[in-house]
Nanobody, 113 residues
């Protein structure tokens, strides 16, 4: 079970850093990703990072969010800056290796305008 943290209430234009601990796996062998789900909307991919550290971002996240990983600590991060009200959602972390996929419980991010 992944353990996400770092969410909270922030004003528009502010920043947050999400963390996700992935205990009990060989973390370096997994692709990592952050998703988000807003009320009434489908879950969407925000950012992903391969084992080779190639990063991919949703258009809405480009230039504002940065995904990173610390394989020694089995932890992934999502640094979010210039937050907008439309970034309000539950953010979920995911690790995947082949057909194996694990999800965190989600952390709420609320951006007030």
């Amino acid at each position: 079970q992944l353990q996400a943290s770092g969410g909270g209430l922030v004003q528009a234009g502010g920043s947050l850093r999400l963390s996700c601990l992935a205990p009990g796996i060989t973390f370096s062998k997994y692709t990592v990703a952050w998703y988000r789900q807003a009320p009434g909307k489908q879950r969407e991919l925000v950012a992903a990072m391969s084992i080779g550290r190639t990063r991919n971002y949703a258009d809405s996240a480009k230039g504002r969010f940065t995904i990173s990983r610390d394989n020694a600590e089995n932890t992934m991060y999502l640094q979010m800056t210039s937050l907008k009200s439309e970034d309000t959602a539950v953010y979920l972390c995911n690790v995947k290796r082949g057909s194996v996929s694990y999800w965190g419980q989600g952390t709420q991010v609320t951006v007030s305008s």
